[in-house]
Nanobody
Framework: QVQLVESGGAWVQPGGSLRLSCSTS????????TAWYRQAPGKQREPVAA???????SHVHSLKDRFTIFRDNDKNIVYLEMHNLEPEDTAVYYC?????????WGQGTQVTVSS
């Protein structure tokens, strides 16, 4: 079992920045991929970025200039750094981990971008 807890969501004005955290615990040695997804109101959940066990990363092309995924291995936390936020980035952001053939999700953290 893997437990994921997201934090860092907040209200921010357009152009602002946020850093989201995904704290991982449990059988984390089996995690092969950790990813951030988001779900805007009325829309399907969509991928944002992912990081592999070896540290390789991938980002959705339209977001890669503003969003960065990275990990602190000592703290077992995966971060999503977001800059120049736009109202279209408003969504619940979820952490996802794939471990030992299973998919795990956190509860999500709300990001609201508005003036």
């Amino acid at each position: 079992q893997v437990q994921l807890v997201e934090s860092g969501g907040a209200w921010v004005q357009p152009g602002g920045s946020l850093r989201l955290s995904c704290s991982t615990s449990g059988s984390i040695s089996g995690i092969s991929l950790t990813a951030w997804y988001r779900q805007a109101p009325g829309k399907q959940r969509e991928p944002v970025a992912a990081i592999g066990a070896g540290g390789s990363t991938s980002h959705v092309h339209s977001l890669k200039d503003r969003f960065t995924i990275f990990r602190d291995n000592d703290k077992n936390i995966v971060y999503l750094e977001m800059h120049n936020l736009e109202p279209e980035d408003t969504a619940v952001y979820y952490c996802n981990a794939y471990a030992d053939g299973n998919n795990y999700w956190g509860q999500g953290t709300q990001v609201t971008v508005s003036s």
